[in-house]
């Protein structure tokens, strides 16, 4: 379950927790997940055909007309989407649901300079989402590259930060891990989030922190950049490659870190920087995207540069001073405080009230001329 996913996990948890009449619509990969929010409805579209492609485009057309027709016999007042393939099929079946359509950008999809990078074409972006009427953003970022795209609607976005779950560190049990400075990576072989980057980093920080291991989650191919420079330069025993876990398991892990590395060529605001505020966990951070609007270098974080000198040297000075760490590790707790999941539902429950507001007094005056 990505950033995205988890963002709407605690969204829905939240709103159902205040009252709101929610209904989610997902597919059959991640929908048990939902269905343990007590109080949630939740919709299988089904299976996408191929499971490593999530175009909607690729669901079973039976799938799509049930859930056109459950869609066609509903009323809802707001439709709410988060991913480009969520958006893509309710463009696709816009004729069935005749209410204000919110969708939050949680990437740049292919707008900034990484348009390999992306699944969809640019010409695909803009077809899904031509028929949003508002949009969301945890980022200032994110809601520039949309507007200078000159995505239809962009200019209606509102800045709603990404919520966390977590109170404090108390609240995640810790693990025994190797190493006398451990460093926590949970990216993948996604280009996006700077793996090759990472991997170059790794002899030099090895070389000035002995004591030095990454535990690297997440799936990663024995034929990617990790495993591959890994391998080749002799630090198998520098870096443990944990793979995919649970959401927490993988809580436990950051715990039980000394510091968590975000080595990202492109980024909004990924939750793993939210969580590790949250931790009081020191972050080292590339300043792309949205990471300088939440990391404040020198205070609850360090920002780097996107490339591999700039990640080690910043991994090694916090590595290198328990001060530091304690300085970042305090700051971080109390500038998480405005990320907290009861304070971004508000900002949600007030944003929908608006836009339903808002079209009811449209369709008042449009009632209005035609008498």
Known sequence: MGG?????????????????????????????????????????????????HKKCRLL????????????????????????????????RLRWFVRVPHVFTIHGAMGFDEFKQASAWSEDEVFRSLAHVDHFTAACHFLADVVQRAGVKNSSHCT???????????ETVPTMALKGGFRALYSGGDRFLKGPDLLAISLPRIVANV???RLYVLRDTSPSGPLQTYVRDQGLTDKVVFVGYVDHAKYLEYMRSVDCVILP???????????EALALGLPMVAT???????????????????????????AVIALAKSKELQDRLS????????????????????????????????????ALSGAR
């Open 4 to 52: 995205a996913e988890t963002v709407v996990r605690f969204l829905c948890r939240e709103l159902v927790a205040q009252g709101v009449d929610v209904t989610l619509v997902t597919s059959d990969e991640i929908a048990d997940t939902f269905r343990a929010i007590a109080g949630l409805e939740v919709i299988s579209v089904g299976r996408f055909r191929r499971g490593e």
């Open 60 to 91: 079973h057309p039976m799938n799509a007309a049930c859930f056109a027709g459950r869609l066609w016999r509903r009323r809802f007042d707001i439709v709410h989407t988060h991913l480009l393939q969520a958006t893509d099929l309710l463009c």
């Open 159 to 169: 800045i709603i930060p990404n919520g966390c779950d977590l109170v404090g560190s």
């Open 210 to 212: 002995p004591d030095f």
């Open 264 to 274: 990202s060529r492109s980024e909004g605001v990924a939750a793993s920087l939210v």
């Open 287 to 313: 300043s792309v995207g949205g990471t300088p609007e939440v990391i404040r270098h020198g205070e609850n974080g360090l920002l780097c540069e996107p490339e591999p000198d700039s990640l080690a040297d």
């Open 330 to 365: 305090a700051d971080a707790l109390r500038s998480v405080k405005a990320f907290t999941w009861p304070k971004v539902t508000e900002a949600y429950v007030k944003l929908y009230q608006d836009i339903s507001e808002q079209r009811g007094q449209t369709r008042r005056q």
